[in-house]
């Protein structure tokens, strides 16, 4: 138990759906992160959220929609994605990006299937 | 680009071998760090090793550094079946304090 939360731990859905990833971290952290697992590609740095707020997109299409409404709850919204987006979603907090002590603290993810 | 790069991509033992794993990086780091993930689950940190530390230890785990030749190495000694896992690198970009994975080094510990 790292004290970061997802939900749901699976997720199917077709390319009109629109659902959304829950995350939620009981660490008192500053900082949460959306990382993107693919098959043999390393972890893709998605979003950052830093006291609430968002410091980082990297380049990320607008079919995923990051919403943080507090330190605590890290939500992604998903809608009409593709077959490749499917992938393991996880979630990550810090005590602070700016503090670069670096230990980031991950959830169990979410294993999207885009049909 | 990403910033770390792990060697070998998979590595295969017996258990009670040591393994050994390989990061390399390309920009100045502040830290770096190993994660562990279990297969379909989250990535767990293992240890963080500072750019003025040379070796560090955690139980079963050393860990190098050598910014000279911008790499580190993680040693598992007396490996067990439960080892088994991916293993990562990563480091964060200075700019941002963002954290960036390597692509894993996939262990096979065989009991």
């Known amino acids: 138990e790292t004290g970061v939360t997802q939900t749901p731990r699976h997720l199917v859905m077709g390319m009109t759906n629109k659902k959304s990833l829950k995350c939620e971290q009981h660490l008192g952290h500053n900082a949460m992160y959306w990382y993107k697992q693919s098959a043999k590609k390393p972890l893709e740095l998605m979003f950052v959220y830093n006291f609430k707020e968002q410091t980082e997109n990297n380049s990320v299409p607008s079919r995923f929609s990051p919403e943080c409404p507090n330190s605590s709850h890290l939500f992604l919204h998903l809608h009409t994605l593709q077959p490749e987006d499917s992938a393991l979603y996880l979630c990550?907090?810090?005590?602070?990006?700016?503090?670069?002590?670096?230990?980031?603290?991950f959830g169990e993810g979410s294993r999207l299937t885009v049909l | 680009s990403q910033q770390g790069e792990e060697d070998p991509q998979a590595l295969s033992i017996q258990e009670g071998e040591n393994a050994t794993m390989n990061c390399s990086y390309k920009?100045?780091?502040?830290?770096l760090q190993w994660y562990r993930q279990n297969s379909g689950r989250g990535l767990v940190h293992l240890i963080l090793?500072?750019?003025?530390?040379r070796e560090k230890h955690s139980g079963r785990l050393r860990v190098t550094l050598d910014t000279s030749k911008k790499s580190s190495s993680l040693l598992i000694t007396a490996s067990r079946a439960a080892d088994t896992a991916s293993y990562f690198c990563a480091t964060p970009k200075t700019s941002y304090d963002k954290v960036i994975f390597g692509p894993g080094t996939s262990l096979s510990v065989i009991p």
């Open positions: 920009t100045s780091i502040n830290n």
């Open positions: 990550a907090s810090s005590q602070d990006w700016l503090a670069n002590t670096g230990e980031l603290f």
């Open positions: 090793i500072r750019s003025n530390e």
